[in-house]
């Protein structure tokens, strides 16, 4: 079946420092990945996206996220945290009849 | 980029009345938008498929009954929550599938409080 693991329910991490958020799937086929964002009380927005191509994908506000097929994960990174970071993200995979599954979330705490 | 919309963004009703919830594309046409519904700290469950001109598509332990899907327009699906409940207070996200390789937009949601 499919499915998408978060291992960590939250993580805080010092501004300034990197970032790395886990996301495990499983998946019969090449997986559409995706990362999400969503700030308290907002709908999600979509921080990156591997459909093929390149394994290392760049995203927005300064994000990237790793394709390791070997692994099935898809990991986020981030090099320098900010505290506008803070926030649950979501690691997302699809299609399946063009459903997309989301995992637990991660909520990112900043600390100054 | 492509916009989603919906509407209201916060919505007070009584035990037992009916509340409507709108989802707009705003700057593309969708034939499937998705709704969702999100308990506080966890992650998205998807209730129902919604598909242009056509019945939705409900998972599994959706009340169909209660949860009223339309899909009457390329850019326009309403979720009405029928006889609500306190129990379905709820965060509510849709979200519309782009023709471009299967990426969604997420409108910013709806807290639903019943009283």
């Known amino acids: 079946a499919q499915s998408v693991t978060q291992p960590d329910i939250h993580i805080t991490v010092s501004e300034g420092a990197s970032l790395e958020l886990r996301c495990n799937y499983s998946y019969g086929a090449t997986p559409y990945l995706f990362w999400y964002v969503q700030s308290p009380g907002q709908g999600l927005q979509l921080l990156l996206k591997y459909f093929s191509g390149d394994t290392l994908v760049q995203g927005i506000k300064g994000f990237e996220a790793e394709f390791k097929r070997s692994q099935s994960s898809f990991n986020l990174r981030k090099p320098s945290v900010h505290w506008s970071d803070a926030a649950e993200y979501f690691c997302?995979?699809?299609?399946?009849?063009?459903?997309?599954?989301f995992g637990a979330g991660t909520r990112l705490f900043v600390k100054a | 980029g492509a916009v989603v919309s919906q509407h209201p963004s916060r919505v007070i009703c009584k035990s037992g009345t009916s509340v409507k919830i709108e989802c707009r594309s705003l700057?593309?046409?969708?034939?499937?938008m998705f709704w969702y519904r999100q308990f506080p700290k966890q992650s998205l469950m998807l209730m129902a498929t919604s598909n242009e001109g056509s019945k939705a598509t409900y998972e599994q332990g959706v009340e169909k009954d209660k949860f009223l899907i339309n899909h009457a327009s390329l850019t326009l699906s309403t979720l009405t929550v029928t006889s609500a409940h306190p129990e379905d207070s709820s965060f509510y996200i849709c979200?519309?599938?782009?023709?471009?390789?299967?990426?969604?937009?997420f409108g910013p949601g709806t807290r639903l409080t019943v009283t």
């Open positions: 997302a995979v699809g299609p399946q009849g063009f459903k997309t599954i």
């Open positions: 979200s519309a599938l782009t023709g471009r390789e299967n990426e969604q937009y």
């Open positions: 700057d593309f046409q969708a034939t499937t």
